[in-house]
């Protein structure tokens, strides 16, 4: 039995793939045959052991094929010619290696804070493929990116009279926007819903006087030619995604006839297509969601507008696996327990929010293989001194012992780079892989594995007395 909950899942579950696998026996066969290969490989490898007891990898040839992917899915919807930016949402993973990677595979950038930016930056990714969409952006922000002319989406009126101040004072080239929320409704999980009625997030179109409000503000201001929404994350259904794409273009042709001009050019569509976490089949795909947007909004793809996706999660999510070792192997109340290296400090989600972030968990041997083995009912723990640092709780996998590998599944966006700092567990390294088919398996490194200094300096090492300096008794 090869990961066991992955494979009869997926056998039952899903009918097409989509992916570019070698191997078709069942959907994402051949990304789940590269992870194995680079498990494996990362225990042989000396990568994975006693003395570096969690790691993140990532596969590259998995990245590079879910790019071309939405590339081509959205190049088929729309008219030759039409412009489209698909901006990559850093924060699902935030590492320059991998903005890297996606630019180098023509997508780009969408920040949310001066850190991502930075990122973005350091990435090499231009300044004409990255998108500014944080909730929360200074004045400083403002300025830098409108003087780098990336492109902004004010999210309320108050950032909007900024920006009207920053164009008062200097020209520049970056495309603007107002980001809406066309309240349609949220899905499964509330703190992924961006588009409920009282979301914190663009301008809440359907308040009284929001959308006139919105009309005036683009009829006063010609140099506001984008308009942009992001309805929706993991637990949205598809449907309502496109219910708030189909609403956005609503708008912006609304805007663009009381002008009498095209005015808006640019439609930006958010992210959100969510992830399959329950086996290794990439559904929905970006072609079945471009089709379905197409047949929804024809006009949005008719070549009047240029196009702007962010999607994070689902370029990333499966590409991801974060490895552990297990420590210890006990029972507890006659369940067995597995006390690995992964926990809350790379699976936080998961670990506080565990009905609505279910991840699936795969067993390796002390060599790195696939474990074979009956079932058995067990819970699989992280190393944090809480009772609740549970990878997954009363799950059917072959019984794991001491010196095993667990495997957490699905986790490259939102978990291994998305550290959380519980006990001070040291983020683990991070590292890219490359398979040549033949069972060899190349690693790079993509972040370091924090070094204990680093916990230490971060941790006010350098101020040890600065309190006992402050107030002497
Ligand atoms: C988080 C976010 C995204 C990406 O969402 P995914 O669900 O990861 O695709 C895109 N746009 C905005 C504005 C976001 O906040």
Known sequence: MRVRDARTTTRRGFGVDIGYDGDVSYPGAGRAARRDEAVRAAVEQGLLGPGTPIVGLLDVTGIRESAVELRAAFDAVTEPGTPALHAFAVKATPLVPVLRLLRDEGIGAEVASPGELALARAAGVPVERT???????????????????????????????????????????????IRVNPQVGGGSIEATSTATATSKFGVALRDEGAREWVVRAYLDRPWLTRLHAHTGSQGVPLSLLVRGVAETYALAEEINGRAGRRQIDTVDIGGGLPVNFASDATTPTYAQYARMLREAVPGLFDGRYGLVTEFGRSLLAKHGTVVARVEYAKTSGGRPVAVTHAGVQVATRTVYAPASWPLRIAVYGAKGRPKEGPPVVQDVAGPACFAGDLLAERRALPLVEQGDYVAALDTGAYYFAHHYGYNSLARPGVYGFASDGTGSVTFAMVREPQRLEEIVAESGGAQASALTELQRP
């Open 131 to 177: 998108v500014l969409d944080s909730p929360a952006k200074t004045p400083a922000e403002l300025r830098e990116a409108l003087a780098l002319g990336i492109a902004v989406n004010a999210d309320n009126p108050q950032e909007l009279d900024r920006i009207d101040a920053l164009m008062g004072s200097a020209v520049s080239r970056s495309p603007l926007g």
